[in-house]
């Protein structure tokens, strides 16, 4: 009887680990060498899947402007400590839905006539979890346009030819407080099912 109550909540956990998602949160305050170029980024992400990635840029030049994740959050320098794009596959410089890019290739934003840039980006291939996560590294915002590759500049394979660095931030956590998952919380709650399936079974042994 109570291994069947027990067999029960196992099967409880197990649709609840397939049911429920864990949504997490990093933030980003841009800066640079020119106090009117600041903005506020959000990432934001369930489980394993796309990210979201949106706030405000303010003080830009009418436009567009390369914006990327850099592979290191070290603003010690400004933002020339920030590195490279973030491209642990070693891959060309690319758009967005380009299948060969950076990880840290998010294209361009576009500042209006007021100097404002409105970040709406969704993507697949940055994640906030995993070996290849870029919490901790950075985001960098450009003085000019990236070419996606396609200028045909000595850097636009390298860097999209998009020309200084304006504004920087570190990628980071904003929630959850209590531990960063690395990975999906379906996993880790299936995982925990699995604890307990071992635990009624060494009880039906020992009884
Ligand atoms: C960024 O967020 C801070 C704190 O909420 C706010 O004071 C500031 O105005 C924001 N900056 C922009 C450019 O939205
Ligand atoms: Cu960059
Ligand atoms: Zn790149």
């Known amino acids: 009887m109570i291994a069947k109550s027990l ?3 196992f099967v409880a956990l197990c649709a609840l680990g397939v049911a429920s998602s864990q949504l997490i949160q990093a933030i980003v305050s841009l800066k640079g060498d020119n106090p009117y170029i600041v903005g506020n980024i959000t990432l934001s992400q369930s489980d394993n899947g796309p990210v979201a990635i949106w706030g405000k840029i303010t003080g830009l030049r009418t436009g567009k402007h390369g ?3 850099h592979e290191k959050g070290d603003i010690t320098g400004g933002c020339g400590s920030t590195g490279s794009h973030y491209n642990p596959h070693k891959k060309p410089h690319g758009a967005l839905t380009d299948a060969d890019r950076h990880i840290g290739d998010l294209g361009n934003i576009n500042a209006s006539p007021d ?3 409105l970040v709406s980006i969704t993507d697949s291939v940055i ?3 995993g070996p290849h ?3 901790g590294r950075s985001i960098v915002v450009h003085a000019d346009a990236d070419d996606l590759g396609k200028g045909g ?3 636009s394979l390298t860097t999209g030819h998009a ?6 931030g570190v990628i980071g956590i904003l929630t959850p407080l209590e531990s960063w998952p690395t990975e999906s919380s379906a996993v880790s709650l299936s995982s925990g099912a699995i604890t307990l399936l071992i635990t009624v079974i060494m009880q039906r042994l020992l009884h």
């Open 7 to 9: 067999l029960v909540g």
């Open 67 to 69: 914006f990327h994740i």
């Open 115 to 117: 100097g404002v840039a």
């Open 127 to 129: 994640s906030l979890r």
């Open 133 to 135: 996560s870029i919490l």
């Open 153 to 155: 500049f000595q850097d």
């Open 163 to 168: 020309g200084g660095r304006l504004a920087c």
